[in-house]
């Protein structure tokens, strides 16, 4: 099909007196196509209506309408489950018919910090769902952690945000990974800091700063009300959300064991190899300049508190652990430590020191004591579950008055 400058070209080189072969030899045009344009009465070609080619959706729409019903919105994953189902047609055709059935929500584009290569990961929590086990129901949180540089992409499902828990998924995404960035941003995630000093520092969770000293990487904070400096990770769990779990809705897994598996399926064959939106290059093929600029991990064991439960200590100079109370030295009250079973003991740990050591309870609701561990205890600290106080009674203080005072009670019978 010639468009209206190419027939304005054959009609001009017609009026210079060419035969309709030498205009074929010159353009490379059919001569039955140039004669068919010459002869057009409008002078420009009329186009006949091409059949609409939403027709290959039609035999798609109600299961497209089930979907948008169920939640699924992402055109991604829409084309995804259409090509599964032997759909022939094209992803702008998809798009079309998408469009007028939703509401576009207004974007906001704000200026992107780009990191180089190997620099800086970001980590948040983003909310999934639900999860029901033995009668009770659980929150369901995900776990992602993005390279800022390639936008390579770890996530995990659990049912907690314990330190413990973010710890571990930390791990895993060094050991896919092969290597640790030199930073890592946060979101102000009480699990990760605990405020800011008199100087305007930040105070880290001492066992997070340990286990960051111990992987070789500086951890972050983003800045308080601007999301836009943590717009990556932040993009990351929306992508979560919009991509993966729209794709599971109808067809929920049956455990949280199953979800994690095709979350890592997802992230493996999906995630991790489209062409990225802001840098338009495969994710994975930016993840070597990544690996190349990160450190690697050289086989390095796992951080060594990681199987242990973190516990607040209790003002009364006791942690609680599976259902019993052990002592610890008080001056510890109020301190985060970890404690493990270990060959019928407990151990409690505050960083790397050992603070106590206990025969594990023989049933629940015991209450475990070393006497030293509260030798000194100042007053305000509970001591054996009660509060004590120590009273040192003194004489009685008498008011001294003159004797004309006594002189006039006798007179008058009062005072």
């Given at each position: 099909?010639?468009?209206?400058?190419?027939?304005?070209?054959?009609?001009?080189?017609?009026?210079?007196?060419?035969?309709?072969?030498?205009?074929?030899?010159?353009?490379?045009?059919?001569?039955?196509?140039?004669?068919?344009?010459?002869?057009?009465?409008?002078?420009?070609?009329?186009?006949?209506?091409?059949?609409?080619?939403?027709?290959?959706?039609?035999?798609?729409?109600?299961?497209?309408?089930?979907?948008?019903?169920?939640?699924?919105?992402?055109?991604?994953?829409?084309?995804?489950?259409?090509?599964?189902?032997?759909?022939?047609?094209?992803?702008?055709?998809?798009?079309?018919?998408?469009?007028?059935?939703?509401?576009?929500?207004?974007?906001?584009?704000?200026?992107?910090?780009?990191?180089?290569?190997?620099?800086?990961?970001?980590?948040d929590w983003g909310h999934l769902g639900s999860l029901s086990?033995?009668?009770?129901?659980?929150?369901?949180?995900?776990?992602?952690?993005?390279?800022?540089?390639?936008?390579?992409?770890?996530?995990?499902?659990?049912?907690?945000?314990?330190?413990?828990?973010?710890?571990r998924m930390h791990e895993s995404a060094f050991r896919q990974?092969?290597?640790?960035?030199?930073?890592?941003?946060?979101?102000?995630?009480?699990?990760?800091?605990?405020?800011?000093?008199?100087?305007?520092?930040?105070?880290?969770?001492?066992?997070?700063?340990?286990?960051?000293?111990?992987?070789?990487?500086?951890?972050?904070?983003?800045?308080?009300?601007?999301?836009?400096?943590?717009?990556?990770?932040?993009?990351?769990?929306?992508?979560?959300?919009?991509?993966?779990?729209?794709?599971?809705?109808?067809?929920?897994?049956?455990?949280?064991?199953?979800?994690?598996?095709?979350?890592?399926?997802?992230?493996?064959?999906?995630?991790?190899?489209?062409?990225?939106?802001?840098?338009?290059?495969?994710?994975?093929?930016?993840?070597?300049e990544d690996l190349f600029s990160m450190q690697p991990i050289?086989?390095?064991?796992?951080?060594?508190?990681?199987?242990?439960?973190?516990?607040?200590?209790?003002?009364?100079?006791?942690?609680?652990?599976?259902?019993?109370?052990?002592?610890?030295?008080?001056?510890?009250?109020?301190?985060?430590?970890?404690?493990?079973?270990?060959?019928?003991?407990?151990?409690?740990?505050?960083?790397?020191?050992?603070?106590?050591?206990?025969?594990?309870?023989?049933?629940?609701?015991?209450?475990?004591?070393?006497?030293?561990?509260?030798?000194?205890?100042?007053?305000?600290?509970?001591?054996?579950?009660?509060?004590?106080?120590?009273?040192?009674?003194?004489?009685?203080?008498?008011?001294?008055?003159?004797?004309?005072?006594?002189?006039?009670?006798?007179?008058?019978?009062?005072?």
């Amino acid at each position: 099909m010639l468009r209206g400058r190419d027939v304005d070209e054959i009609k001009e080189l017609k009026r210079e007196g060419l035969s309709i072969r030498a205009i074929s030899r010159l353009t490379g045009y059919d001569r039955k196509t140039i004669s068919r344009y010459l002869l057009a009465t409008t002078g420009r070609p009329v186009y006949k209506t091409r059949p609409s080619a939403a027709t290959n959706l039609e035999p798609f729409k109600a299961y497209l309408k089930e979907r948008l019903k169920a939640g699924v919105w992402n055109a991604q994953v829409l084309f995804r489950e259409l090509r599964e189902r032997d759909y022939g047609g094209g992803y702008s055709t998809l798009t079309e018919w998408l469009r007028p059935q939703r509401k576009e929500a207004l974007v906001v584009a704000v200026r992107r910090f780009e990191t180089p290569p190997g620099k800086q990961a970001q980590v948040d929590w983003g909310h999934l769902g639900s999860l029901s086990e033995s009668g009770s129901e659980h929150a369901m949180w995900g776990f992602t952690i993005t390279l800022g540089y390639s936008r390579m992409m770890m996530a995990e499902a659990a049912t907690d945000q314990k330190l413990g828990t973010l710890l571990r998924m930390h791990e895993s995404a060094f050991r896919q990974w092969g290597a640790v960035p030199e930073e890592i941003l946060y979101d102000r995630m009480k699990t990760v800091w605990t405020g800011i000093d008199e100087r305007g520092e930040i105070i880290w969770n001492a066992i997070f700063l340990d286990f960051a000293r111990y992987w070789g990487f500086t951890p972050r904070l983003c800045r308080p009300y601007r999301p836009q400096t943590k717009g990556k990770i932040e993009s990351g769990v929306k992508y979560v959300r919009r991509n993966f779990l729209c794709g599971l809705l109808g067809r929920e897994p049956d455990s949280l064991g199953d979800l994690n598996a095709e979350l890592r399926c997802w992230v493996a064959e999906v995630a991790n190899r489209r062409v990225h939106g802001t840098t338009h290059e495969q994710v994975l093929l930016r993840f070597d300049e990544d690996l190349f600029s990160m450190q690697p991990i050289d086989g390095r064991p796992p951080y060594p508190y990681m199987d242990d439960e973190q516990r607040k200590v209790a003002r009364d100079a006791y942690v609680s652990w599976q259902g019993s109370r052990y002592s610890v030295p008080w001056l510890f009250a109020g301190k985060d430590v970890w404690v493990r079973g270990l060959d019928g003991r407990v151990e409690v740990r505050h960083g790397a020191e050992r603070i106590a050591v206990h025969d594990r309870a023989m049933r629940r609701h015991l209450v475990v004591t070393h006497s030293q561990h509260h030798a000194g205890i100042p007053l305000g600290i509970k001591q054996g579950g009660k509060t004590l106080i120590h009273i040192v009674q003194s004489a009685p203080m008498v008011e001294r008055r003159p004797l004309s005072v006594y002189d006039s009670v006798a007179v008058g019978g009062a005072l």
